[in-house]
């Protein structure tokens, strides 16, 4: 793996040597990847005798709850006031899956005031400048799991890994690939997988809690979004999916339900580009996701103030998902014009 700046390893073995109390921050609306490397962290730092928090800015899905050491994670927006404690308390702080402040939304605040020392470990690209003092940020990384599992090894922390680790490890690298059917081409990606396997964690289980443990209403809300909302744009090669409050409501929607919903569409013959549009209280969340060469990143980035991978990305419009999803059908046609995409 290409960590440009071996230094930055350095730093992060040096930081956790000579820090006691930790805080571990993954971002907003966290999905495998982040609470996985969250908590991957959380137990490696705990068997290493540190005292550890770790703080989320909201609920995460309940298919997550699995995950040791999950009981202790600490919510942000329902406690503001000890989160803020533990903060102003801490030695250091460790920023998991996010490269910029405006991805933890209200406690992006609390980091601009605070001046706690701070390490980002993330596979996103264009790190926004000066949100950690180590910044170690490998795009190229399946997961940030991935990148975890290996800037432990390179510090030399790989005999404090312990098996339950290794299970939140696996997990984040698992959800963020699809079971390895995305971000998923380097072969290092598949010799950490053949380690953590080592250690003893138990891929079926692990498996079973994340995709084969659904609620009934999420099945249900499921064959809605395939079977009466999936719209097809054939000349552009897309397929999108859009869902509002009222639909998610009839199906008594939880965080995490709409999870991999995005990817339905690319099982299409001719699809290269699909995109899930969630309709929120004061905005639209999009999700992209793409094959054949279509850049879901630059794509987002350019018409939603969004961002991401090549193949997978997300955004947010401030529109009604009618009129986002009528803008999306006119932007798309352009773009790929102009791409040639057509």
């Not at 503001?80 to 903060?87: C, D």
Request: charged share 25%; hydrophobic share 40%.
């Amino acid at each position: 793996m290409n960590i440009q700046d071996k230094s930055q390893i350095d730093l992060f073995k040096t930081k956790i040597h000579n820090s006691q109390k930790v805080v571990i921050v993954p971002h907003n609306n966290p999905d495998g990847d982040a609470l996985g490397a969250a908590l991957g962290l959380f137990n490696t730092l705990q068997n290493m005798h540190k005292e550890v928090s770790v703080i989320s800015p909201n609920e995460f899905p309940d298919f997550l709850n699995w995950m040791h050491g999950v009981e202790s994670v600490l919510i942000y927006d329902k406690n503001v006031k000890q989160s803020k404690k533990l903060i102003a308390e801490s030695e250091l702080v460790i920023f998991v899956d996010f490269n910029a402040l405006s991805r933890i939304k209200l406690m992006g605040e609390v980091f601009e005031q605070d001046d706690t020392p701070r390490i980002m470990i993330d596979h996103h690209p264009f790190p926004e400048a000066n949100v950690a003092e180590v910044q170690i940020s490998v795009p190229e990384a399946s997961s940030t799991c991935e990148l975890l599992f290996h800037v432990l090894c390179e510090a030399g922390f790989k005999e404090q890994v312990t098996r339950e680790a290794a299970e939140c490890i696996y997990a984040g690298i698992m959800t963020d690939t699809g079971s390895l059917n995305y971000n998923s081409s380097r072969p290092e990606t598949y010799l950490i997988v053949a380690e953590l396997l080592r250690m003893g964690i138990d891929k079926d289980r692990i498996h079973h809690m994340i995709f084969h443990n659904n609620s009934f209403d999420r099945m249900r809300l499921l064959g809605h979004a395939l079977g009466e909302k999936m719209e097809r744009i054939p000349a552009q090669k897309a397929a999108f999916i859009a869902l509002s409050q009222d639909e998610l409501k009839r199906f008594n929607f939880k965080p995490g339900d709409t999870e991999g919903f995005v990817n339905q569409a690319l099982w299409i013959e001719g699809v290269n580009l699909s995109a899930l549009f969630t309709e929120k209280k004061d905005l639209v969340k999009i999700s992209f996701r793409s094959r054949g060469g279509f850049p879901a990143n630059k794509f987002s980035e350019q018409y939603f103030n969004g961002g991401g991978h090549y193949n997978a990305a997300g955004g947010e419009s401030k529109l009604s998902l009618s009129d986002t999803v009528e803008r999306f059908k006119v932007v798309l046609k352009e773009f790929c014009l102009a791409n040639g995409f057509d």
